[in-house]
């Protein structure tokens, strides 16, 4: 069975630090580009970060460039997303997610899901 299972969410004070990670199983993960996106309530979802399989190239959304640090550990078919000085709006449920191709932005490339961790960043 494909898997995907985030963890790492919680609360944290605004300006400290968070480090999410996404457990694969069930498919071959160094194959995989990994993105992270983010939902808040009300808002339409949105990525946040990518890495690569080909090459390990990153992508950063604007609102978070900076701050926050994807990364992977292919031995452990596991993805990071590294959060330093997060903001009070990047509360948001996050979610991993992988697709067959190059990093892209574009949702529907994504083959493969996880549940969802929530982050709440307090002010």
């Known amino acids: 069975e494909v898997q995907l299972v985030e963890s790492g969410g919680g609360l944290v004070q605004a300006g400290g630090s968070l480090r999410l990670s996404c457990a694969a199983s069930?498919?071959?993960?160094?194959?995989?580009?990994i993105g992270w996106f983010r939902q808040a309530p009300g808002k339409e979802r949105e990525g946040v970060s990518c890495i690569s399989s080909r090459d390990g190239s990153t992508y950063y959304a604007d609102s978070v460039k900076g701050r926050f640090s994807i990364s992977r550990d292919n031995a452990k078919n596991t993805a990071y997303l590294q959060m330093v000085s997060p903001k009070p709006e990047d509360t948001a449920v996050y979610y991993c997610?992988?697709?067959?191709?190059?990093?892209?932005?574009?949702?529907?490339?994504?083959?493969?899901w996880g549940q969802g961790t929530q982050v709440t960043v307090s002010s």
């Open positions: 069930g498919f071959t993960f160094d194959d995989y580009t």
């Open positions: 997610a992988a697709a067959p191709g190059p990093c892209t932005w574009y949702d529907l490339d994504y083959d493969y």
